[in-house]
T-cell receptor, first 115, second 112 residues
């Protein structure tokens, strides 16, 4: 059974703190993604990675960075958390095969609140 | 610029009836489309997909229709069940890479 896990389901941080969100997949997938979901805005792509140590900006990368040191792990970093980063963060992974039938598997999400 | 649009934020349907969820797109390079379902406090799960070379794909109670000339697709759920109540996201990709572009989602409520 495919599995994407995220380190925390709920997280509360203070403005200015550095925040790490961890994601691990056990499917040996090449691709990993970080999204945030906000009411009325859907899923917006923050960063993605096609391979170890490789990263590409998504649609809303400002205020975030990522790290992929190992194939199975993709970390999202908020260098200095702000209240407008309060959101649901979703990690996903998929195989590296080209083509449309490349389903992304999602983790359960981390609800981050920045006070 | 929103490339995948789900213009109706919500839909309410009686149990047993048909649910029709609509999605429009603007990027003519999209050639594969997916629907995801999301319950509160859970990650989205894949539901059904369709390639641009087809106009229909069916999986049990779920059917997706694609009208390429209109850049429109729809998800039909027949018959609708209370357990189908969730947020449904339409997504599209060019197929050249694995990046998906999502719509804003539509909240489906199925009334018993």
């Amino acid at each position: 059974d495919v599995k994407v896990t995220q380190s925390s389901r709920y997280l509360v941080k203070r403005t200015g703190e550095k925040v790490f969100l961890e994601c691990v997949q056990d499917m040996d997938h090449e691709n990993m993604f970080w999204y945030r979901q906000d009411p009325g805005l859907g899923l917006r792509l923050i960063y993605f990675s096609y391979d170890v140590k490789m990263k590409e900006k998504g649609d809303i990368p400002e205020g975030y960075s990522v790290s992929r040191e190992k194939k199975e792990r993709f970390s999202l970093i908020l260098e200095s958390a702000s209240t407008n980063q309060t959101s649901m963060y979703l990690c996903a992974s998929s195989t590296g095969l080209a083509g449309g039938d490349n389903e992304q598997f999602f983790g359960p999400g981390t609800r981050l609140t920045v006070l | 610029d929103q490339q995948v649009k789900q213009n109706s934020p919500s839909l309410s349907v009686q149990e047993g009836r048909i649910s029709i969820l609509n999605c429009d797109y603007t990027n003519s390079m999209f050639d594969y489309f997916l629907w995801y379902k999301k319950y509160p406090a859970e990650g989205p799960t894949f539901l059904i997909s369709i390639s641009s070379i087809k106009d229909k794909n069916e999986d049990g109670r779920f059917t997706v229709f694609l009208n390429k000339s209109a850049k429109h697709l729809s998800l039909h759920i027949v018959p609708s069940q209370p357990g189908d109540s969730a947020v449904y996201f339409c997504a599209a990709t060019t197929g050249a890479n694995s990046k998906l572009t999502f719509g804003k989602g539509i909240t489906l409520s199925v009334r018993p």
